[in-house]
């Protein structure tokens, strides 16, 4: 049994910062049916690139439980262009839509981007930043997908917040253990 799952267009490339509605239509249909054939497993989304509005409304309307949020904190520059942070509107947006149920969970120091712009701020201090703008939890990842994240940067985080910290890439044994510990994987 799984603890979680959550879907994405991960092939839907390239990747638009703004996808069409079809994206959205399509992930709302495929949430649905996953919510149909998982009625007990914490269900969530994410729509790339930094779609969150887009992924809230799916969560809501497939009833899904979380959504993972790209540039919630911080800008970047990302494969797809410069992704600027989306707290205060997202979580406006949330409350607008009465979807406070919904979980988001947010990406920090985000993998296939350069973080530049923020070379001052460290991988703690962006997750506390995501603490402070109620984030539910943060993501950490590796450089790239199925890179691993760093175990000193993952330490860190975990000291400097209180509120879940999720590993979003790169989890084998043999760099962290018995993955069961963590809260949420991705292998």
Not at 76 to 90: K, T
Not at 147 to 159: C, F, G, S, T
Request: with cysteine; net charge negative.
């Amino acid at each position: 049994m799984c603890d979680a799952l959550m879907v994405e267009n991960m092939h839907d490339v390239p990747y638009t910062v703004c996808p069409g509605p079809e994206v959205t239509a399509a992930m709302a249909v495929l949430g649905a049916a996953l919510r149909q054939s998982c009625p007990c497993v914490p269900l969530g989304v994410q729509v790339l690139c930094a779609a969150n509005q887009q992924a809230m409304a799916i969560a809501l309307a497939a009833g899904l439980d979380f959504i993972r949020a790209e540039g919630f904190v911080f800008s970047h520059v990302a494969d797809e262009g410069i992704i600027n942070a989306c707290a205060g509107d997202l979580l406006r947006y949330r409350k607008h839509i009465g979807a406070d149920n919904i979980q988001i969970f947010a990406d920090i120091k985000k993998k296939h981007s350069a973080h530049a712009l923020t070379a001052d701020v460290s991988v703690a201090q962006t997750a506390a930043a995501a603490q402070l703008f109620l984030a539910d939890g943060v993501v950490l990842t590796g450089t790239a997908t199925g890179h691993p994240a760093d175990p000193q940067q993952l330490q860190e985080v975990k000291q400097a917040v209180k509120i879940p910290v999720l590993v979003g890439s790169g989890v084998t044994l043999e760099n962290h253990g018995d993955p069961s510990n963590l809260k949420w994987k991705n292998i």
